[in-house]
């Protein structure tokens, strides 16, 4: 009878861990999926880039090598978004990310700020699309990184708690990394720069 | 068979189930006491009382309930937390609402205006990126949180035709309140597996690894114990074999209506009959490689799992005999995409009732197309979709700009009721909610108002993507918004009830507690007020006549008499909707007839009365296809 008893809490015991378990599992599926969000934004960036540097292309000749600065930084940045995807719980990958956005962004502040001194640049329709559609999207990663990094924060308070953080590691539940630019002040320059 | 009908039957049906297993379990409690009594404790054989010893059947009844209990329970609140989280254990990743991959985005866009014509709120849809197989699944207890999911095999092989053919299927399983079935008979299996896996692990600890018998004989219990858990092993797996059989059986009941159902909706056979075929001709066929498929078996649109020994244990009819009867001409052979004739079984016309919503106005035919698949309004969700602005619906697909699509449709067209509007947001709009906001302005001034509802609909997946935080600023705004005007309209009230309902419970939001069972007769002044509220949303001047119209469908209204316009505020009628949404489903369908005679009494649907009916018929839990305007 004990026995039965025995196997009976046994159960419960095991059926209690199970739904820490299956927390922990909710809680990292949900950041990996803000992730997908941010990656979705990122790669309709890293498309409407090469675009933008094709029509700036004829009345920027002599900034060379700030355009291919621009396409460099925007083909790291797209192979590190790439990899963070592919696992957005790897720490590396994460601030491997962020490095090489704040590096596009510094180099894409920089060009906008070069296009300043063409005006006839400053007055092209197609021109002017681009960046309206670049800031747009811009401002979708920024609300999608603030999604995903309310979602890490949440995982990382759900793995630390009490009866949690017994588990956490023993399953394999590593701390998971905020999504930060490294200096947002180079973030905010980029769509602060108008044609207008 | 109607809607309510195709729930009554569910219930029932799954009542009936329930009688079933609990036979299966009693089975299995009798098989286990006898497992205790003749190898744990054969001492008490020689007390004289017999084989039935009642304090000790007691304990092993209570003790094998209590297990089986948790084991049902626990398996039940892990798939009650919705069909994300069975998608996702099936190895499913989301799609994201704004992919612009193009054959995620097919997928996506059929989704979308299924949902849109059958009056849900859009479902999220998964992927299942590993398997090659042609299959698909749709999971989730209620419509709300509801998820569709297809293989990759069904995104890469099947033509926009047939995958509208499988996903018709799918849907028409959430309609058919089949979900709610499936879960249940999933946790009812899961409790008799945990019998079998108990004694599993009987085996596993005591025994060692070892053979039973090469263990010392410690005081005899060991060699005992082992057989006890052999014994365990046994009833448990036998007691699942008995629940499969029965789940077995009522799920390839359910996949013929289904399938019906999708044709009843797309009005071409050939496409789900097309998709059916390719899993003939598809060397992976519909099979599924993840582990988890044999407990999710009955939740697919075909078999996951190959049995060619056990038919009877198969939970979908054989793919020749659906074909059969989608396609009798092209069945002989699997393999031959030939054209045929499209069966009388299913008359090409859409049934009468819902012609009726479209051109001469049948109130008759609101309850009969509530959940409803018609092709009808599948044709007529595409096209409102394809006549709206392409910026709104692409706006509707991306997080932040859809939470700035709700909130500019809130904002008021009059220009001071705007700035007044916009002035009480001041400070706490976010800049980039701004931008897209004025990004929205010119596409939002074109759109028509009976479209402002569905489009709403066609953002609840994106605005489920939102964080909590996010989700709680965004409701602050859109609740500031509808505050700053100092009148709440029709249209500020249905898009609250809306959102409340769909996604608050996302958020963790309690869900609202469901409401109390009434009787019909016991809520005459509610469906008065209901009705009068309707009457005055058609005009004043046929206010009169519209509440007569409705209430000569109610015996108990025959004296009932129009409220004033002052008695039908919002605040009035939103009590009296919670109250309603206690009604059994036979009883809604009257008040949905009821409240559907009174718009249709002056012959024509004014944007006010189909929104007010929306709002019932989604209080009242059922999905309502859009009415022509």
């Known amino acids: 009878m004990a026995l039965i008893v025995t196997i009976a809490i046994l159960v419960l015991l095991a059926a209690w861990i199970a739904g820490i378990y299956n927390r922990l599992v909710g809680l990292r599926n949900r950041f990996k999926n803000a992730f997908a969000q941010i990656d ?49 719980a790897d720490g590396e990958a994460i601030q491997g990310l962020a490095s090489a956005e704040a590096a596009l962004s510094g180099s894409l502040g920089r060009l906008f700020a070069l296009a300043e001194s063409y005006p006839d640049l400053k007055a092209n329709q197609n021109m002017l699309q681009l960046q309206e559609e670049l800031t747009s999207t811009e401002n979708k990663v920024a609300f999608a990184r603030q999604a995903y990094n309310d979602a890490v924060m949440r995982y990382n308070t759900g793995r630390e708690v009490f009866p949690a953080v017994l588990f956490a590691g023993m399953f394999g539940f590593a701390p998971a990394r905020l999504l930060e630019l490294e200096s947002p002040a180079v973030e905010r320059q980029a769509p602060q720069v108008s044609f207008t | 068979m109607d809607f309510f009908a195709r729930q009554e039957e569910a219930r029932q049906r799954s009542r009936r189930l329930v009688i079933l297993f609990a036979l299966a379990v009693a089975g299995v409690v009798a098989s286990i006491y006898f497992a205790v009594r003749l190898l744990l404790v054969p001492s008490l054989g020689t007390a004289g009382a017999g084989l039935f010893h009642p304090p000790l059947f007691t304990v092993t009844a209570t003790i094998t309930l209590l297990v089986i209990g948790a084991g049902s329970l626990s398996k039940s609140a892990e798939l009650a937390r919705g069909g994300a989280v069975i998608a996702r254990s099936l190895g499913g990743r989301p799609v994201q609402p704004n992919s612009s991959e193009p054959r995620e985005r097919r997928l ?141 059986a009522v799920s390839r009941q359910r996949e013929y209506l289904a399938d019906s159902s999708a044709v009843q909706f797309t009005r071409n056979p050939l496409g789900l009959a097309g998709a059916l075929r390719k899993i003939g001709a598809l060397a992976a066929g519909s099979r599924l490689r993840t582990a988890a498929a044999e407990e999710a078996s009955h939740f ?49 016309g859409a049934p009468a009732g819902v012609v009726g919503l479209a051109g001469a106005p049948a109130a008759r035919s609101v309850p009969a197309a509530a959940g409803r698949l018609a092709a009808a309004n599948l044709a007529r969700s595409t096209a409102l979709l394809a006549a709206l602005p392409p910026a709104l619906p692409a706006a509707a697909r991306e997080p932040l700009a ?26 706490s709009l976010p800049e980039a909610v701004r931008g897209e906001l004025a990004r929205l302005e010119t596409p939002l001034a074109t759109l028509p108002a009976h479209a402002r509802l569905p489009l709403v609909s066609l953002a609840l997946p994106a605005l489920r993507r939102l964080s909590p935080a996010q989700y709680d600023q965004f409701s602050q705004l859109g609740e500031r918004l509808i505050a700053a005007d ?139 296809p859009p009415l022509a305007a």
């Open chain 2, 300 to 348: 697919f649109f075909a078999d996951g799992l190959e049995r060619k020994l056990f038919r009877f244990l198969s939970t979908h009819p054989p793919l020749a005999r659906r074909i059969a009867r989608l396609d009798p001409a092209g069945a002989a052979d699997l393999a031959v995409a030939a054209a045929a004739t499209v069966p009388d079984r299913f008359p090409p």
């Open chain 1, 40 to 88: 979705v934004q990122l790669k309709r960036r890293y498309d409407l880039i090469p675009n933008l540097v094709e029509s700036v292309k004829g009345y920027m000749k002599f900034e060379r090598e700030t355009l291919e600065a621009v396409i460099e930084a925007r083909n790291q940045a797209r192979t590190a978004a790439s990899r963070a995807a592919a696992d957005p």
């Open chain 2, 108 to 248: 996506l866009n059929v989704v979308e205006e299924m949902a849109l014509a059958a009056g849900i709120p859009v479902p999220g849809v998964y992927l299942l990126e590993d398997e090659p197989g042609i299959n698909a699944f749709a999971a989730g207890l209620t419509p709300d949180d509801a998820v569709v999911a297809v293989t990759r095999g069904a995104l890469d092989e099947l033509s926009r035709d047939e995958l509208q053919g499988v996903i018709g299927h799918e849907f028409s399983h959430i309609l058919n309140g089949d979900m709610r079935l499936n879960v249940r008979l999933a946790g009812l299996l899961y409790g008799l597996l945990v019998i079998g896996l108990a004694g599993y692990w009987i085996l596993r600890i005591f025994g060692g690894g070892r053979l039973p018998g090469s263990r010392r004989n410690q005081r005899g219990s060991v060699p005992l114990l082992l057989l006890f858990g052999v014994a365990l092993y046994v009833i448990g797996y036998v007691g699942v074999f008995f629940g499969r059989l029965i789940q077995a």
């Open chain 2, 402 to 427: 859809a939470q700035a699509l709700v909130l500019g449709l809130l904002l008021d067209r009059r220009p001071e009721v705007r700035e007044r509007q916009l002035a009480a947001l001041s400070g």
């Open chain 2, 486 to 624: 100092e009148q709440i309209d029709l249209f500020e009230y249905a898009l609250q009830r809306l959102l409340a309902r769909h996604l608050a419970p996302t958020f963790g939001k309690r869900p609202p507690a469901p409401a109390p069972p009434v009787a019909l007769a016991d809520t005459r002044s509610e469906i008065i007020l209901l009705l009068s509220a309707l009457a005055w949303c058609g005009g004043a001047a046929g206010a009169p006549a519209a509440f007569a119209a409705g209430a000569a469908e109610l015996r108990f209204l025959r004296e009932a008499a129009l409220l004033s316009r002052e008695a039908c505020g919002l605040a009035a009628v939103d009590r009296a909707l919670d109250r309603l949404a206690g009604l059994p489903p036979s009883a809604r369908r009257t008040l949905l007839t009821a409240a559907a005679a009174t718009i249709f009494a002056d012959r024509e649907i004014t944007v006010a009365e189909s929104e007010l009916l929306r709002a019932i018929a989604d209080a009242l839990d059922c999905p309502l």
